[in-house]
């Protein structure tokens, strides 16, 4: 039986100004003194807003008080004797630089701010100074103007984003100055309590368990048709939109299999990524949010973890069966969920990189749209966006579900996949979303076939589009006569 673990309660404040990092927090520091020049965990929050103009001046001060309100977005980070620690900086002021983009054009426009997106990303932060956050407004025309948020995910993760918006419209609004409660819980004080709860006794009952649950699984899972080349990732992104009566299909076939729709998505995704590698024994990777105590649920900070799936597909396995093996994976998997990723990463002792993810290399992720607020001062949120890097996966899908839809991110690797790859992959995940429950039955060696005929129905379709495309351009040219 564990032991009881002690109570987390607020720190006095001249202790909450120096910690140790959290476990997933020293991840990340790990990560960025290799390669302190790449910026592979920056995150960006892209709201495009329609109605009156930001006022700079305003938003300067909002960001400002957010990051009194939460101190972990003034946290510095250090490697010392004792450890890696963070540290609070007195004040720290957020850079918000703006853009007048009214005399583009549109397609320029467009094109200025998928480069600005692209930088943004790639821009790294001074961890060990900070700010680990900056904004960039951007006015597009007359009511039309887009915010980027730029943010690192080591004080940074989903529900943080929801609290982010949701005080920024505060701040914004009534032009408060940040207050900081001293006996409100923080990230310092979860930071201070973590080693008590994931204390020795636990971090070796888990690590009997993981190194047995996975003991004689491949720890990779290789996609490469082609060399991989040294230098971490270079990251693609395709979008592609579930329809709402695609959506209602899936909860209807949910239901009538008992499964959460997460268990059912993820036990598909195990059998596109069979049919895209060929392998049939790999691991995949999903987020677990980290906020098992309810005292944590309203605090800002990075507290995902990452679990590890065990995925094992045999050629007489029906689908149907396969789901409800995804089910008890899934839950055994949560079962053990409180050892942090990096320590199990340290205790089985895989080859680390900095540029590709231990253990697994591809990942899934499926959550419901928690972004609650609908305006910033008078203009209207349209669309928010949250966009982040591979992190040295080689796949990652990401689905977000938005009312009625589900929105579709395949991240990838451009250095293993064209993105006509791509487009081809999320087509067939597209048609077997949309065949699956009919096909239930089936073993796994006949929907390798089926998803085979799928895929090379599609590339022909491409090529005769493409095949029509060249005909039409040649028969729209000019001839020039020729004088002799």
């Not at 997933?24 to 302190?36: C, D, I, K, T, Y």
């Not at 990777?285 to 590890?308: A, K, M, S, Y």
């Not at 340290?346 to 591809?362: E, M, N, T, W």
């Amino acid at each position: 039986m564990d032991k009881p673990f002690p109570p987390l309660l607020p720190l006095s404040e001249a202790a909450a100004q120096c910690v140790r990092q959290s476990f997933a927090q020293s991840r990340l520091w790990f990560l960025h003194q290799l390669e302190p020049a790449r910026a592979q965990h920056n995150i960006l929050i892209r709201m495009v807003l329609n109605g009156p103009k930001l006022d700079v001046h305003r938003l300067k001060h909002a960001l400002d008080a957010l990051c009194v309100r939460h101190p972990v977005l003034r946290a510095c980070y250090r490697t010392t004797q004792a450890g890696p620690e963070q540290w609070l900086a007195a004040r720290q002021s957020i850079e918000v630089n703006t853009r007048d983009l009214r005399h583009l054009q549109t397609d320029q426009q467009l094109h200025v701010i998928d480069q600005l997106l692209h930088d943004e990303q790639n821009r790294p932060f001074d961890l060990a100074s900070g700010p680990v956050m900056r904004a960039c407004l951007l006015t597009l025309g007359e009511g039309a103007q887009e915010l980027i948020i730029v943010i690192h995910h080591i004080a940074f993760d989903g529900r943080s984003g929801e609290i982010l918006l949701q005080d920024l419209a505060h701040y914004y609004a009534t032009q408060e100055p940040g207050a900081a409660l001293p006996r409100r819980l923080q990230y310092a004080d979860f930071a201070a309590w973590e080693p008590g709860y994931v204390n020795a006794e636990r971090v070796n009952t888990e690590t009997a368990f993981w190194r047995d649950h996975l003991a004689g699984m491949p720890l990779q899972l290789d996609f490469a048709k082609r060399p991989r080349p040294d230098g971490g990732t270079q990251a693609g992104r395709h979008q592609f939109m579930i329809p709402p009566q695609q959506v209602e299909h899936l909860k209807q076939a949910s239901r009538a299999q008992r499964l959460p729709l997460f268990v059912m998505l993820t036990g598909l995704f195990q059998l596109w990524l069979h049919y895209l590698s060929g392998q049939r024994r790999f691991l995949i990777g999903t987020d677990v949010h980290g906020r098992d105590l309810p005292e944590l649920q309203d605090i800002f900070g990075f507290f995902v973890n990452q679990l590890t799936l065990k995925c094992e597909l045999e050629d007489d396995l029906p689908l149907g069966e396969l789901l409800m093996r995804t089910r008890q994976t899934i839950r055994l998997a949560h079962a053990h969920r409180q050892l942090p990723f990096d320590l199990l990463v340290s205790q089985l002792a895989p080859q680390r990189k900095a540029d590709r993810s231990p253990l697994f290399q591809a990942k899934f992720n499926y959550q419901r749209d928690r972004f609650s607020i609908k305006a910033l001062g008078n203009a209207r949120i349209v669309h928010t966006q949250v966009i982040q890097n591979l992190a040295g996966f080689d796949l990652v899908l990401d689905l977000m579900h938005r009312h009625d839809s589900i929105e579709a991110t395949l991240e990838y690797d451009r250095h293993l996949f064209s993105p006509d790859e791509i487009e081809r992959f999320a087509h067939l995940w597209q048609r077997l979303l949309g065949q699956f429950d009919t096909q239930l039955e089936l073993p796994i060696s006949m929907l390798r076939d089926r998803l085979q005929s799928w895929d090379d129905t599609h590339l022909q379709q491409q090529q005769h589009t493409l095949n029509n495309q060249g005909r039409a351009r040649l028969g729209n040219t000019r001839r020039r006569a020729v004088s002799l």
